[in-house]
């Protein structure tokens, strides 16, 4: 079975640095896409960050870009989300995810982890 | 960047049929897909590749479109489908829809 556990959020201070991980099992950990996508309290989606399965490439909306740094330890089956520079506009779930086998759409979620960014 | 607009609410009586739509700002071939979202729960995937049933999604849900126009259905309604609903590209990177909530008349 596949699973994807987040773990590291929390309140922090705006212009603070906080690293998410997600613990992956159930699957090739080293062959798969890994992804990170937030909401804020009673909004929408957003994707945040992906890395391909070997970590060499990464991608990121212009929202994060700069700040958020995707990278994942296939040794360990975790991924992990390094944020710097927090706003407040950051608040959100955040839940790594999983692409489908040979498609682009989130097939597996994790749970979330919330990261609120308030002084 | 691909916008994905849809409308915020929809409102359906039970036992009914609803589309949901998505309009995506410039083509995205059929690389759209679609979530559902209850309250407190994490998305899951309804729909891939425009068209594409997900394993254990009920026949119920099904997708349509290509290029920039897409459409989810529900057919019939059942009380356990209210929830937000999602759009997803992964023409161009990656982005979402705004969502559409799913109400009861």
């Known amino acids: 079975e596949v699973q994807l556990v987040e773990s590291g959020g929390g309140l922090v201070q705006p212009g603070s640095p906080l690293k998410l991980s997600c613990a992956a099992s159930g699957f090739t950990f080293s062959s798969n896409w890994l992804n990170w996508i937030r909401q804020a309290p009673g909004k929408g989606l957003e994707w945040v960050a992906s890395?391909?399965?070997?970590?060499?490439?990464?991608y990121y909306p212009d929202t994060v870009k700069g700040r958020f740094v995707v990278s994942k330890d296939n040794a360990k089956n975790t991924g992990y989300l390094q944020m710097n520079n927090l706003r407040s506009e950051d608040t959100a779930m955040y839940y790594c995810?999983?692409?489908?086998?040979?498609?682009?759409?989130?097939?597996?979620w994790g749970q979330g982890t919330l990261v609120t960014v308030s002084s | 960047d691909t916008v994905l607009t849809q409308s915020p609410a929809l409102a359906v009586s039970l036992g009914q049929r609803v589309t949901i739509s998505c309009r995506a700002s410039?083509?995205?071939?059929?690389?759209m897909h679609w979530y559902q979202q209850k309250s407190g729960q994490q998305p899951k995937l309804l729909i891939y590749s425009a068209s594409n049933l997900e394993s254990g999604v009920p026949s119920r849900f099904s997708g349509s479109g290509s290029g920039t126009d897409f459409t989810l259905t529900i057919d019939p309604v059942e009380a356990d489908d209210i929830a937000n609903y999602y759009c997803?590209?992964?023409?161009?990177?990656?982005?979402f829809g705004s969502g559409t909530k799913l109400e009861i008349k």
């Open positions: 410039k083509s995205v071939s059929t690389y």
């Open positions: 997803q590209q992964s023409n161009e990177l990656l982005t």
């Open positions: 890395i391909n399965p070997d970590g060499s490439s990464t």
């Open positions: 995810a999983r692409f489908k086998d040979n498609n682009y759409g989130f097939a597996y």
